[in-house]
């Protein structure tokens, strides 16, 4: 008797357990699958300092900003700024402050036809200098930090390449696409020529938001499966329905990729793999990345399916004008900038480094 009654004793602490995991699976699913919400994304207080048109320039409240020079933060065409911001206790943003960092980020804003004719030129020559300027005149500084992320950094690079006078202390370069050789399956038929490119352009001048999805997707067929195999195994716990909610949200809303700017980026830095070649141009001036100077950090995730490592690990030997401190993640692309890896590693390391930039600069 001695020895059975254990056994049943946790027979039935199991079976208890899984009546109530499932009576909170009733729950959540009902809530998640009729549109209710577990958490609001990007609920950081901010105000925007600067706009031009849909691009609004954002800086995050604080009374706490023990660092003088402040970060201007921002992500490529197609992704959108609160990726930054994901959600309360999850927030790259929110840690940045809480480490005493004055943070600015960037929102370019969702394209239509009014920004259709935007080329690479009109961010890396036009909106980001004007950004800057904001943030300098909001800050009351005379230099920045910039944080480039995905295609955000290709954006700087183009910039600090072609000689934009961007007045900066450092740089950090986050998961950057650099030999187009490698970025996977998507873009082949592209590259290969085997149809036009206008082809994915929408009435509106732009390649839709719906085929900027897809081409996430595609890199990991499987990957919407695991994910709602996760999702039914972890229903019942609410502190993982937060996050899968405002990931999920963010991974699904992507926005158009400006028409001008797309054809760019398939004939400059696609097709003939610009970077690596260094044969990229922007209004008749060669990019060369050795004209940057500043201290860099480059941040790259090993398990990256939008950005593989291959496809990033080239970028610091490119970078033959500065010194560069690279770190690499065992994370996946987002991962950089949220959950685990982000906590110990990523936000770590920027802290440290800026840190190491702002004392340098004071000796």
């Known amino acids: 008797m001695s020895e059975t009654a254990p056994i049943e004793e946790d027979l039935w602490t199991t079976v208890r357990r899984e009546i109530d995991r499932n009576t909170l699976r009733a729950r959540n699913g009902l809530k998640y699958f009729t549109g209710g919400r577990f958490v609001r994304t990007g609920a950081t207080p901010r105000d925007v300092v600067w706009r031009h048109g849909k691009v609004e320039l954002l800086r995050y409240r604080s009374d706490r900003r023990t660092h003088r020079t402040p970060l201007l933060a921002y992500v490529g065409l197609v992704g ?3 990726a930054f911001d994901l959600f309360p206790g999850n ?3 929110g840690k940045l402050l809480a480490a005493g960092f004055d943070v600015f980020v960037l929102d370019w804003g969702v394209p239509d036809e009014a920004e259709a004719q935007n080329t690479i030129a009109t961010y890396t020559h036009d909106l980001l200098p004007r950004a800057v300027d904001a943030v300098l005149e909001a800050s009351g500084q005379d230099e920045l930090n910039i944080l480039g992320y995905c295609m955000g950094g290709c954006l700087t690079l183009g910039a600090l390449g072609c000689g934009v006078d961007l007045p900066l ?5 986050m998961a950057v696409p650099t ?6 399956q998507f873009f082949e038929p592209i590259r290969e020529g085997q149809f036009d490119i206008e082809d994915l352009i929408d009435e509106s001048g732009n390649v839709p938001a719906s085929l900027v999805r897809s081409s996430f997707r595609v890199r990991k067929p499987t990957s919407e499966l695991v994910v709602y195999a996760n999702l039914w195994q972890n229903l019942w716990n609410d502190d993982y329905m937060e996050a899968f909610q405002a990931f999920n949200e963010w991974a699904n809303d992507a ?4 028409g001008a700017a797309f054809r760019d980026f398939a004939n400059d830095w696609l097709i003939p793999n610009g970077v690596i070649n260094r044969t990229l141009h922007i209004r008749g001036q060669r990019i060369d990345l050795s004209r940057i100077r500043v201290p860099v950090l480059c941040l790259i995730a090993e398990k990256d399916d939008i950005v593989p490592l291959p496809c990033a690990e080239p970028l610091p030997g490119l970078l033959t004008g500065t010194t560069v401190q690279t770190i690499r993640l065992p994370a996946g692309h987002v991962n950089l900038v949220t959950g685990k890896p982000a906590d110990k590693v990523t936000i770590p390391a920027i802290v440290s480094f800026l840190g190491q ?7």
């Open 169 to 173: 202390r450092s740089l950090i370069l």
């Open 91 to 93: 927030s790259f943003v």
């Open 255 to 258: 926005v158009p990729f400006p």
């Open 179 to 184: 030999d187009y050789l490698k970025m996977g």
């Open 357 to 363: 930039q702002e004392k340098e600069a004071a000796a």
């Open 80 to 82: 959108r700024a609160y």
